[in-house]
């Protein structure tokens, strides 16, 4: 299957401060990427989706301002959590697509611990 | 009302059993349906897919969809240790591109 790069794969930082993680398809190009959340013991919630090129497409009740998402190529998404409060820790989850092929593929994921 | 459904578990079977794994979807136009695996602390892998009815089967792994009825499962066979895991449900809908829900996942303990 197609790889996807997520990294980092954990990051602690201070409430207030802003973070960035990158998504990359390493072996395809990926048309959309789609970024999910994921709190201990739930199931896996949709934030937002990027199309290359175009602004992200956030779910009902994802403040876009906080969670600010790039698709600025092909192969690149990235996430960033700006302000970050204790309540934002969890598990982020990006996936990507080709074109016409339905299956998504997942990027490691990224463990977000605010203190 | 949800729109894809699974049983959280835990599901408990012995060693070289048979699991069971169920799902129900509440959108009729969909069109692609899958199954991940998830360990702790891990991103979900994909096991099968499968989009027309009738069943699928992949080495230990059988996937069976019914449209009719709204329901795809999941058969585990000759189930291992390591194949206890959160397996998640998704169902894809159309569109520009394929939007993927997920179920709550199913908790599969196997007991050696």
């Known amino acids: 299957g197609a790889v996807v790069s997520q990294h980092p794969s954990r990051v602690i930082c201070k409430s207030g401060t802003s973070v960035k993680i990158e998504c990359r398809s390493l072996?395809?190009?990926?048309?959309?990427m789609f970024w999910y959340r994921q709190f201990p013991k739930k199931s896996l919630m949709l934030m937002a989706t990027s199309n290359e090129g175009s602004k992200a497409t956030y779910e009902q009740g994802v403040e876009k301002d906080k969670f600010l998402i790039n698709h600025a190529s092909l192969t690149l998404s990235t996430l960033t959590v700006t302000s970050a409060h204790p309540e934002d820790s969890s598990f982020y989850i990006c996936?990507?697509?080709?074109?016409?092929?339905?299956?998504?593929?997942f990027g490691q994921g990224t463990r977000l611990t605010v203190v | 009302q949800k729109e894809v459904e699974q049983n959280s578990g835990p599901l408990s079977v012995p060693e070289g059993a048979i699991a069971s794994l169920n799902c129900t979807y509440s959108d009729r136009v969909s069109q692609s349906f899958f199954w991940y695996r998830q360990y702790s602390g891990k991103s979900p892998e994909l096991i099968m897919s499968i989009y027309s009815n009738g069943d699928k089967e992949d080495g230990r792994f059988t996937a069976q969809l019914n449209k009719a009825s709204q329901y795809v499962s999941l058969l585990i066979r000759d189930s291992q240790p390591s194949d206890s895991a959160t397996y998640l449900c998704a169902v894809g809908f159309s569109g520009g591109y394929q939007k993927v829900t997920f179920g709550t996942g199913t908790k599969l303990q196997v007991i050696p």
């Open positions: 996936s990507a697509q080709i074109r016409g092929i339905t299956e998504a593929f």
């Open positions: 072996d395809f190009q990926a048309t959309t």
